[in-house]
């Protein structure tokens, strides 16, 4: 986990309102993600980067939107918090051209 | 949707004993990886092989991989208190920036 943090480590947050997570790296990695993990479903891709303002769609992107202006911060924003978006959320980054993903230690978000 | 699959969901052995994980998958892949999770915590990665490889070895960990039969196991030998965790397997398809694709993660219990 060296390397990476995620800021906050748990937010109670009501529906309706925006919610931003942020993802720090020091590695100076080329690439970063997003993911939620939720029981019975594992880890699930919502957003990549491939480079600074480079983002691009995963699999459950409805509703997140990302954003990358420096190489080591990499966000994720909620734009309207619903209940369904209350998850575990881990950003990872890697650098190439290894494949090995570095986590982050998560963030648990619940949304009321 | 999920790429990988691992078998069993759940698996409680001794100390000492072996546990082996499955993993299986769709679509061709670049590599497959193992992670693993302790309880609250991000995933750490163990370790990673390539399609042209059938087998690798880390430590106490073997992982073998049968490209025919999109197939992947994990075993840790001579298992400790300590691998008490959630293994996940992950596939990487080779395209430049793509993420990992995760299984459910199969949990592990090694009780003393």
Redo the contacts between chains.
Sequence with gaps: ?AG?TQSPRHKVTETGTPVTLRCHQTENHR?M?W?RQDP??????IH?S?GVKDT?K??VSDGYSVSRSKTEDFLLTLESATSSQTSVY?C?SRG?PT????????TRLTVL | ??QGEEDPQALSIQEGENATMNCSYKTSI??L?W?RQNS??????LI?IRSNEREKHSGRLRVTLDTSKKSSSLLITASRAADTASY?CAT?RGQ??????????TTLSVSS
């Design positions: 986990d990476i690439y993600y993911y019975g479903h594992g880890l699930r891709l990549y491939y691009d995963g699999e881990f990872a190439a494949d090995t993903q570095y986590f982050g230690p998560g | 949707s999920q670049n590599n990886q992670y609250g915590r991000g995933l750490v990665h990673l996940f990487a430049a920036g793509t993420a990992l694709i995760f299984g459910k993660g």
